[in-house]
């Protein structure tokens, strides 16, 4: 079993940051990919972007140029720094990670309001 403590939301201006945590415990030797999704009221849960344990990284085109994706192994924690944000990437964020078994674990989420 993987358990996820997400963190770093909150109320941000237009064109501001904000950066997301995302710690791992338990069976982490387990954990392959890492990555963030997010959801509003309106939408389903979608890709926002995804990590590799060897680092490779993909994006959501709405995302690309804006978020980066990271990683510590030591800490096992995945982090998303998010610049130029917009109204529309107003949603709560979910830390999610996948075992090499193909087992996914979900955090419990953290929100993100971009709003004047």
């Known amino acids: 079993q993987v358990q996820l403590v997400e963190s770093g939301g909150g109320l941000v201006q237009p064109g501001g940051s904000l950066r997301l945590s995302c710690a791992a415990s338990?069976?982490?030797?387990?954990?392959?990919?890492m990555g963030w999704y997010r959801q509003t009221p309106e939408n389903q849960r979608e890709l926002v972007a995804t990590i590799t344990r060897d680092g490779n990284t993909n994006y959501d085109d709405s995302v690309k140029g804006r978020f980066t994706i990271s990683r510590d192994h030591a800490r096992n924690t995945v982090y998303l720094q998010m610049n130029s944000l917009k109204p529309e990437d107003t949603a709560v964020y979910y830390c999610?990670?996948?075992?090499?078994?193909?087992?996914?674990?979900w955090g419990q989420g953290t929100q993100v309001t971009v709003s004047s």
């Open positions: 338990g069976s982490t030797f387990s954990i392959n990919t």
């Open positions: 999610r990670v996948r075992s090499w078994d193909l087992t996914l674990y």
